[in-house]
């Protein structure tokens, strides 16, 4: 019974020496992911006194990311994406008219508590703030309509959980998931009439991040 167990605890270090390090106090990380991000948004305000309504699309798009372990169990990630998000509308003298894009620039910080548990998966939960830039890049049809057109930028909330697997000491893979919540104001001028009218849209995009990480 002994030497059985004695063969267990031997072949535990064994495993435990083999496998990729989990991150440390005071180790960082630089990211890359590719995002999906389901950020439809509709709203029955009309576009100046067109007599259309305004959508905003999901699309894919890239984020950078660097984190730090202040503590074994907590990590802060900062991190920095871009998005396109195709605008377009419904009924009214605009229906079959291209928007064109709405940037979307997200800062976040996000304070993670790291679950411990054994081998290469590293999973998490964090929480934090994300300060939202927002621009849009008009269509020509739009130009020529508009004189103005300013979407408001936005700080709001965000939920992560996500999981690391370790490849290697220095490199692991990344499955990350967020909701950010956000809202953008967008103001139409008409060049001709000079009416005006604001429309809110509240985004709150659900974000599916995947990508790879580095240990330095």
Known sequence: MAGRGAAVAAMAVLIASASPTVAEQGDTEIGFRLLGIAASAKTDAEIADTGSTPELSSNIGAEASWTVWPL????VELSLGVSAHPLTASGG????ADGGTLWRLPVSAVAQYRIPVYGPFDPYVGLGLSFNVAKLRP?????ERFS???FSD?????????VDYLLDERWSANLDLRYMAMRTDAVFTDRS??????????LDPWVIGLGFRYRY
């Open 139 to 143: 269509s020509t049809a739009y130009d």
């Open 72 to 75: 074994d169990w907590l990590a």
């Open 193 to 202: 009439s000079g009416a005006t009218s604001e429309v809110g849209f509240a």
């Open 93 to 96: 003298e605009l229906s079959a």
């Open 148 to 150: 103005n057109i300013g």
């Open 154 to 162: 936005d700080v709001g909330i965000v939920v992560q959980a996500g």
